[in-house]
């Protein structure tokens, strides 16, 4: 063998080491989670579990305040770096500096908490920002209650400061599903239950709309036993208020949510641009069927009502 020969195949060599023989690093995930366990958890879980489909990608996670920093990661040098923010705490860790580092996907943040915490960004730094949202749009929750109960119209809701500036587009929602709507509002505490009261006595269903002044863990007793007793029974966002005594729910487990923000941040690593924030696309359906019928309500089951739902859903 000839030295020029020689050479170049020991210069092939060596590229095949430095360059092909491991794979290119894809841009750095940073997992940056609210708390450990419960849904925090599975939503990491089903994020990883998108992640691992693509080689190479290296997944960094970190609960804030557990190495006693509320600061978020540094970023990695070199590939822009992906911050995946699981709940509020973490969204406000990783804004915290004041502009979003590198890329950043928000799960688990109510839509109107989402827009209050990115209110300030420059349109620059807001381009770099999006969500799957915790909470349903307002088209879903409204057909939930068609669906539910077909042959009642009158929805009573609720606002509190946060969801007032949704009035519109609830009432858009409605209209288009033949519902009608009365809403009060509600900015103090003290003005919650008046509130509860006019608006369920004028009501056949209760629509809970996720507000932290009007339904919280302080609120939430008071709130099911007037509908019960108003008759007005509750249509709410989570299995944990159906359990509780709300008739029905519409809601995206942290498994769900995990899938879609793990298949949203595949594309961003395959360099795509952006997309707006997003509700979620899968959705499951809770119905309390010792309420019904103690209400004498008939109801279909979850899953004939959800198919419903699945053919009408617009978001």
């Given amino acids: 063998m000839g030295a020029p020969r020689w050479a170049a195949l020991w210069l092939l060599a060596c590229a095949a080491v430095l360059l092909g023989g491991r794979p290119a690093q894809a841009n750095p995930v940073t997992l940056l989670l609210s708390a450990q366990g419960g849904g925090y958890t599975e939503v990491a879980d089903a994020i990883q579990a998108e992640l691992r489909k693509v080689p190479g990608v290296r997944v960094v996670t970190s609960v804030v305040g557990?190495?006693?920093s509320e600061d978020a990661p540094a970023p990695v040098p070199g590939a822009q770096p992906i911050t995946i923010a699981v709940g509020t705490r973490a969204m406000q860790?990783?804004?915290?500096a004041g502009e979003p580092r590198g890329l950043l996907?928000?799960?688990?943040?109510?839509?109107?908490?989402y827009e209050t915490l990115t209110a300030g960004l420059k349109p620059a730094e807001s381009r770099r920002v999006t969500a799957v949202?915790?909470?349903q749009p307002f088209g879903r929750q409204l057909e939930l209650i068609r669906q539910v109960?077909?042959?009642?119209?009158?929805?009573?809701?609720?606002l509190g400061?946060?969801?007032a500036r949704d009035a519109d587009r609830l009432q858009a929602a409605a209209d288009a599903r033949g519902l009608r709507l009365t809403i009060e509002r509600a900015s103090r505490d003290s003005e919650l239950f008046p509130a509860l009261q006019r608006v369920m006595a004028d009501s056949d269903v209760f629509l809970a709309v996720p507000d932290a002044r009007v339904v919280n863990a302080d609120t939430a007793q008071n709130l099911l036993?007037?509908?019960?007793?108003l008759r007005a029974p509750v249509v709410a966002w989570s299995a944990g208020y159906v359990r509780a005594g709300a008739l029905a729910a519409v809601f995206t487990t942290p498994a769900q949510a995990g899938t879609q923000a793990g298949e949203l941040t595949r594309t961003l690593l395959r360099g795509a641009s952006v997309p707006p924030p997003q509700y979620p696309k899968a959705f499951t359906v809770s119905i309390n069927r010792q309420l019904a019928r103690s209400l004498g309500l008939e109801v279909d089951d979850e899953a004939q009502v959800r198919e419903r739902m699945q053919r009408n859903d617009r978001e």
């Fill in 66 to 68: 557990a190495s006693g």
């Fill in 93 to 96: 860790t990783a804004l915290r």
């Fill in 105 to 113: 996907l928000s799960v688990l943040v109510p839509r109107s908490s």
């Fill in 133 to 135: 949202h915790l909470d």
């Fill in 149 to 158: 109960l077909p042959g009642l119209n009158r929805v009573g809701i609720v």
């Fill in 161 to 163: 400061p946060e969801s």
């Fill in 225 to 229: 036993l007037t509908s019960f007793r």
